[in-house]
């Protein structure tokens, strides 16, 4: 097959485009990627000589044309991702989530493109107190995120229904993993761990997340592509539901840090408290978990270790703005009392 890959310089993406090339050498692969923050050439210097890459947004329907002529298939990783900057700005998401993934629809249906694949989030899908969420679940995005997600879910429902395009959708838990970008909670506390900053906590630290090794959602991505229904929702979830602090704290173990670093922090607001899903669709597909949590944040945690070449850069860089207007305090700086 040839694919184009969106999104593919950012975390979930890039793992993806590698998996892909590992496992299905003869595939070909284009990578349209804005290149924003979180997107980076870096992510993808491994396959650099065996992919054609497009700088360019998916909401340019002239670039996005020309990168999809020609591919079979279409993967949609392109997202604003952090639920914390939509809460602080809402456009670039409703462009990039809503207005970008129609002008992708778009495309794939004028040229005839046999399979779209559309990534999305358990976050659309809101809170659940016990139990887990299912495909048939209503959703209920709670945050500028996932309602924009939510909303490009919809786009392409609306593009199987009413034009026939053979397009899926796959819905992840919280993925975790090498390369994601340190605003995200688990290479946060990493980070911030080894250089003996902060460690900040929102609320009490008891919402609970449903932890999905980012390999193992690359290759449900995969599997769902190439065997996944039209017109389906397959949900992905993670094997094992932890507590944020209680991830917190196995890192702090896992680095040789002191849990003193830990500080709660005013909480995110409207915060989810948390997420669960079913994944029998996808499971009946012959997809199973490989990495249990345990297994995984050794990884993850060694990796950051590893390769200070990848994050000294960002930590240097409007990160550190970020990280000032978010948490009120500079990296580096710890919180009086």
């Not at 207005?99 to 358990?122: C, F, K, M, P, W």
């Not at 495909?135 to 879910?153: C, F, N, V, W």
């Not at 200070?308 to 919180?335: F, H």
Request: glycine share 10%; with cysteine; hydrophobic share 35%.
């Amino acid at each position: 097959m040839r694919l184009l890959v969106t999104g593919a310089a950012g975390f979930i993406g890039s793992t993806y485009v590698r998996v892909v090339l590992e496992e299905r050498p003869d595939d070909e692969i284009v990578v349209l990627d804005k290149l924003t923050y979180a997107g980076r050439r870096e992510n993808l210097a491994e396959v650099e000589d065996r992919i054609t890459f497009v700088e360019g947004a998916i909401e340019d329907p002239q670039v996005v044309r020309e990168a999809m002529e020609g591919c079979d298939a279409v993967v949609n990783f392109a997202a604003e991702s952090h639920v914390d900057r939509s809460i602080a700005g809402q456009d670039v998401f409703a462009i990039t989530h809503v207005i970008g993934t129609g002008v992708l629809l778009d495309a794939a249906r004028e040229l005839g493109v046999a399979r779209y694949l559309q990534v999305s989030t358990d976050e659309v899908y809101g809170s659940i107190t016990e139990g887990s969420f299912t495909e048939e679940s209503p959703l209920r995005p709670s945050s500028p995120y996932s309602a924009t997600k939510a909303a490009g879910d919809l786009l392409v429902c609306a593009h199987v229904h009413t034009y026939g395009l053979e397009a899926v959708i796959c819905r992840g838990s919280n993925n975790y993993g090498p390369r994601q970008y340190p605003e995200k909670l688990i290479p946060l506390m990493i980070l911030n761990a080894l250089h003996g900053d902060h460690l900040p906590v929102y609320g009490d630290g008891r919402q609970v997340r449903n932890w999905l090794y980012v390999e193992d959602f690359a290759r449900a991505i995969d599997l769902v592509l190439r065997e996944g229904r039209p017109g389906e929702v397959y949900n992905v979830g993670g094997p094992d539901e932890k507590e944020n602090i209680e991830v917190v704290r196995r890192i702090v173990e896992l680095v040789g840090a002191d849990e003193s670093l830990i500080e709660h922090v005013r909480d995110r607001p409207g915060h989810d408290f948390r997420y669960s899903l079913r994944s029998d669709k996808v499971q009946a597909l012959g997809w199973r978990a490989r990495v249990r949590f345990d297994e995984g944040l050794e990884r993850t945690v060694q990796w950051y270790r590893d390769n200070a070449w990848w994050w000294e850069p960002i930590r240097s860089g409007e990160y550190r703005e970020y990280y000032e207007r978010q948490y009120g305090r500079k990296l580096g700086e710890r919180q009086a009392g």
